[in-house]
């Protein structure tokens, strides 16, 4: 049975590194995968200071077409939040959109961030998602959180907010499609030991399946499903 698969991220590259591999087994398997990507990813930086606002935003525009395209995906919307200011908005404003996305399509699959983030973007794409995604609003059978390298590992260690994996999908056979994906967000990477570099992130998902006698895994949080 094909599905309606969609990932709602905050920032450009959190498509990839979250769950690039699970999307790219979804096209795969016949599944229809669609992405949103809320923020601009760059405005808070001083890059966009130092460079001219316009190109800087360009570059990043197609470094996100050409990732999705080897992932195979070519249905995508992304939006110009302000970069880490979601919580200049008014929740409400972000829900919106993210309804307005969910509503279009009717998912069976949602990816989106742990709440647990350090980034305020990202748990705010969190709310925002689960808000839009209530029962009495619309049935998506399945809800799964991912870990965004950089950002959940570094919420600190309280038990409400730390990742809890349980539900491990097996990107062994899309493992090189997904690195390949990252690195075209050039201007996102960083070199090892950096959290966001193609060695941290293959070697994480090498960890990952190792925990679960699997040669390469991406790890989630499963926060719903509904058995239909």
């Known amino acids: 049975m094909i599905k309606n698969v969609i990932a709602i991220v905050a920032h450009p590259d959190d498509e990839i590194i979250g769950v690039g591999g699970a999307l790219r087994k979804h096209i795969k398997a016949g599944d229809k995968v669609r992405v949103l990507i809320l923020g601009d990813g760059k405005t808070s930086r001083d890059t966009i200071v130092e460079k001219n606002k316009t190109e800087v935003l360009n570059v990043s525009l197609e470094e996100t077409a050409m990732a999705l395209k080897i992932l ?35 998912p069976d699959v ?38 965004t390298l950089s950002s959940t590992e570094m919420s600190g260690h309280q038990i409400r907010d730390v990742f809890l994996p349980n539900y ?19 201007s996102e990477l960083c070199d090892f030991p950096h959290p966001r570099s ?8 090498h960890v990952w399946g190792s925990k679960v006698n699997l040669k390469a895994a991406e790890a989630f949080e499963l926060f ?5």
């Open 72 to 106: 195979g995906i070519s249905s995508y919307q992304r939006l110009s939040l302000p970069d880490n200011k979601f919580d200049s908005l008014p929740l409400l404003d972000i829900v919106k959109k993210v309804s307005n996305f969910i509503s279009a399509i009717k």
């Open 224 to 228: 719903r499903y509904i058995e239909k």
């Open 110 to 147: 949602v990816y989106t961030h742990h709440f647990g983030d350090l980034n305020i973007d990202h748990k705010l794409t969190f709310e925002a998602t689960i808000i839009a995604c209530r029962p009495i609003e619309i049935n998506v059978n399945k809800i799964l959180l991912f870990e």
């Open 168 to 186: 491990f999908i097996n990107i062994e056979n899309e493992l090189e499609d997904k690195l390949n994906a990252t690195s075209q967000y050039a």
């Open 198 to 205: 193609i060695i941290t992130i293959r070697e994480n998902a």
